[in-house]
Every structure is written in structure tokens, then in C-alpha cells.
């Protein structure tokens, strides 16, 4: 079973930037789906972002344009690299994985906490 472990969080004032790490181990990350939920205080978790492959991912269109999500298979790291930060990013970023073939989730990171304000 993989373990995850979030990094990168922080405050930044509005257009800024951040680079969110999602480190594994316990397994290689080739066998699984990669992505990241978030959730603002209030709100339910949303979809932010999922990767299947170095050449295949997708975003939702509230950050298509500003986010960009990568896989490091070599490193068994993920990213979320986040630009142009608007407030309504403020949110907690989960990491999580799902096993190649399955629907469910099958681990979720702890978060990493994503401040935007001036």
C-alpha cells in the first residue's frame, strides 16, 4: 500500500506561485493514478487535478491555465504547480492515489494548507 505526504503549502499574496510535492513510498507510483483534491473551509473536497501518465493528465476548468500537474516516476513524486493564485484557491491540497483498473481511491495524503491573500 503507498503512503503520501504532501508538501509545499504556504501564504502567497494573490498572482503568486507555489510548487506542491506529493512524495510516495511504500510502492512505486507507476502502478497508480495520481491527482489532487482540495477543500476550502465550507466547502465540500473538489477535484483539482489527476495524471495517468507522464503524457496523459487533465485539470478542471477553474485552473486550466493556471495549474499544471506532473509525475516524477523516477523520484515516486508528484506535483501540483500552482500560478497566478487567486483567494478562491485558499484551500487544504490533498494528494491521492488510486490503483491502475480500480475506482476507488485507495490513499489519501494529510494536506498541505494553500493561503492566498494580500
Known amino acids: 500500500q503507498v503512503q503520501l505526504v504532501e508538501s509545499g503549502g504556504g501564504l502567497v499574496q494573490p498572482g503568486g506561485s507555489l510548487r506542491l510535492s506529493c512524495a510516495a513510498s511504500?510502492?512505486?507510483?507507476?502502478?497508480?493514478?495520481l491527482g489532487w483534491y482540495r477543500q476550502a473551509p465550507g466547502k465540500e473536497r473538489e477535484l483539482v487535478a489527476s495524471i495517468y501518465n507522464r503524457f496523459a493528465s487533465q485539470v478542471v476548468d477553474s485552473v486550466k491555465g493556471r495549474f499544471t500537474i506532473s509525475r516524477d516516476e523516477a523520484r515516486n513524486v508528484a506535483y501540483l504547480q500552482l500560478n497566478s493564485l487567486k483567494p478562491e484557491d485558499t484551500a487544504v491540497y490533498y494528494c491521492?492515489?488510486?490503483?491502475?483498473?480500480?475506482?476507488?481511491?485507495?490513499?489519501w495524503g494529510q494536506g498541505t494548507q494553500v493561503t492566498v491573500s494580500s
Open positions: 491521492y492515489a488510486k490503483f491502475r483498473g480500480t475506482t476507488e481511491i485507495s490513499t
Open positions: 511504500g510502492s512505486r507510483i507507476s502502478m497508480y493514478v
